[in-house]
């Protein structure tokens, strides 16, 4: 199963905007709040071989494969991570179908 960690960090307005943006998620348990330095996040960030620097605002993923760090994409409609040759959707655009104009015979 696959967990999503929002790394998190005092004064980081993108990782605040992020975190409204994915109240739901956040509430629901799909998405777990880490502080950028608490144990559990350093662990993770080691397993994913991240160096020291993390730009924000970023996701660790942990799944069978193992544990990526991520960038997140958001605006107000879909929230996105790019883990390396991956795009994952946190939050996509609620009640929306893409529409296909008719074609005409």
């Known amino acids: 199963m696959r967990k999503i960690y ?14 409204k943006e994915l109240e739901a998620e956040i ?3 799909k998405v777990e709040v880490l502080s950028i330095t608490s144990d559990e996040a350093l ?21 069978e494969k193992g544990v990526s760090l ?4 958001y605006d107000k409609d879909v929230t996105l991570m790019a883990c390396g040759n991956e795009i994952i959707a946190i939050r996509e655009p609620k009640g929306e179908t893409p529409t296909t104009p008719p ?3």
Do not use: H, R
């Open 6 to 19: 929002l790394l998190d960090d005092k004064d980081c307005t993108p990782c605040e905007e992020v975190k």
């Open 27 to 29: 509430k629901s348990g």
């Open 70 to 73: 991520c960038q997140i994409y």
């Open 43 to 63: 662990e993770l960030l080691e397993k994913a071989g991240a160096g020291d620097e993390v730009k924000f605002p970023s996701a660790l993923v942990e799944d």
């Open 103 to 105: 074609t005409e015979q």
